[in-house]
């Protein structure tokens, strides 16, 4: 199957840093990526649609100022979370399209103290 | 407004047992839906895609239902192990549309 990367695996940063999240399409274009936040025992929720070349789309709630994403390339997708703050912390899931299916990264916990 | 829903409650079942895991949606169109697998602290790994136009989809041990009239998918694990202890998404979707999650069920399978 196609294989999505993530880096880093974790990160731990101070309040009002700004951290940058990496997602990879390892052997395969992705056109479109995903990017999920998931808070403890919940399900994932869907934050933004990458589209390589273009912006971002957020979904409703999300602020696109704090939660800033660039797709450069189509293997590339990347996730900047700016002035992060503990309420921030979470696991967060970035995902790319193949077809019909879509595969997932192995996700990147983030804690801010 | 569109709702996917699972078995909050944690499926404990007796290794080798058949495993059924249950996926209803209400206002929702799928032209397919898709099961994933996720293990605590890591990403969703894709499982079975099935299309509104197939019955039943079977994979090695797996094997899912797609009911478009009951609005519902069973997945179901045969012979099940302890390995395949996992929370376990589904995810329906029409082609276009933003892939969206069940709130997943929990399955422990114990030796």
């Known amino acids: 199957g196609a294989v999505v990367s993530q880096h880093p695996s974790w990160v731990i940063c101070k309040s009002g840093t700004s951290v940058k999240i990496e997602c990879r399409s390892l052997d395969f274009q992705a056109t479109t990526m995903f990017w999920y936040r998931q808070f403890p025992k919940q399900s994932l929720m869907l934050m933004a649609t990458?589209?390589?070349?273009?912006?971002?789309?957020?979904e409703q709630g999300v602020e696109k100022d704090k939660f800033l994403i660039n797709h450069a390339s189509l293997t590339l997708s990347t996730l900047t979370v700016t002035s992060a703050h503990p309420e921030d912390s979470s696991f967060y899931i970035c995902?790319?399209?193949?077809?019909?299916?879509?595969?997932f990264g192995p996700g990147t916990r983030l804690t801010v103290l | 407004s569109q709702k996917i829903e699972q078995n909050s409650e944690a499926l404990n079942i007796q290794e080798g047992k058949t495993a059924t895991l249950t996926c209803n949606y209400t206002?929702?169109?799928?032209?397919?839906l898709q099961w994933y697998r996720q293990d605590p602290g890591r990403g969703p790994v894709f499982l079975l895609l099935?299309?509104?136009?197939?019955k039943e989809k079977r994979k090695e041990r797996l094997k899912v239902t797609f009911d478009t009239t009951l609005k519902q998918s069973l997945f179901h694990i045969t012979a099940s192990q302890p390995a395949d202890s996992a929370t376990y998404l589904c995810a329906p979707r029409s082609s276009g549309d933003k892939l969206t999650f069940g709130t997943g069920t929990r399955l422990a399978v114990r030796p």
């Open positions: 995902s790319a399209s193949l077809g019909d299916e879509q595969f």
């Open positions: 099935i299309r509104e136009n197939e």
């Open positions: 206002n929702y169109s799928p032209a397919y």
């Open positions: 990458s589209n390589e070349g273009s912006k971002a789309t957020y």
